[in-house]
């Protein structure tokens, strides 16, 4: 793919995952429009990468209101005038058992991980069969195995491996496809925050679960998302690909 013509929506690009994976586009020369919650943190993270040859933009918003969704799309398509990938980076964590889960803990991870992935989505299909794009949604090695102690999480990235499958079926007929990575436990914000709440989880603890024996980088998995939403993967679509350092082979 020649990325300084294409333009690549990422929600959750203000830190992590989302944030290397704009990284990567960037520095290839691709438009980009980085969302997230928090705008100060947008906007430090915009200040960092428009040291980049690629044209970035930070749009504010959250996923879980279906309406900030349509704006999202809406003024990425008014700054660069078209959309040609969708990654669905934004994402809620919380770690409980189920005889502590409340009816809003439930809410908020679904409405976060499971509804914003689908109106992004929603809202991102017509420039996206215009322009015969490509969607990575980001689940989780939890999306494919159980674990203790945040059975809802994993079920809302469960849901997210199956509405990838299924909506890829629904694009395919456009030659839009669309693919999932499921990573392990990554070294980003989210996870250190993870381990505060938890303090017998540490990353030595961690990296024992692996196979490789460490935690990825971020940029790890951006540089996966990059691959599938290239044409350098124009036959992957309805994939849930693992980027878990042999995690899940256990």
Known sequence: ?????????????TSGIGLATARIL?????????????????????????SLPGSCQFVPGDVSD??????????????FGRLDGLVTSAGYYEEQLLENVAARDVESLFATNVYGTIYLCREALEPLK????????????AGLQGNIGCSVYS??????????KSLALELAPHDVRVNCVCPGDVKTPLLSRQMEANPDETEESLRQQ????????????????????????????????????GLTSW
């Not at 793919?1 to 690009?13: H, Q, T």
């Not at 460490?214 to 994939?239: C, D, H, K, N, P």
Request: hydrophobic share 45%; net charge positive.
């Open 26 to 50: 960037l520095g290839k020369g691709a438009g980009v429009v980085i969302n997230g919650r928090d705008v100060a943190k947008g906007r430090a993270a915009l200040s960092h990468l428009q």
């Open 155 to 164: 079920a809302t990235k469960g849901a997210v491996v199956s509405f990838c």
């Open 210 to 245: 692996y196979p490789l024996y460490r935690l990825a980088e971020a940029s790890e998995v951006g540089q996966v998302i990059v691959f599938l939403l290239s044409r350098e993967a124009s036959y992957m679509t309805a994939t849930a690909v693992p980027v878990d350092g």
């Open 130 to 141: 215009k322009n015969q794009g490509s969607i990575v949604m980001v689940s989780s090695d």
């Open 66 to 79: 279906e309406r900030a969704c349509c704006r999202i799309v809406q003024e990425t398509l008014h700054h």
């Open 1 to 13: 793919m020649e990325w300084k013509d294409k333009v690549i929506l990422i929600s959750g690009g």
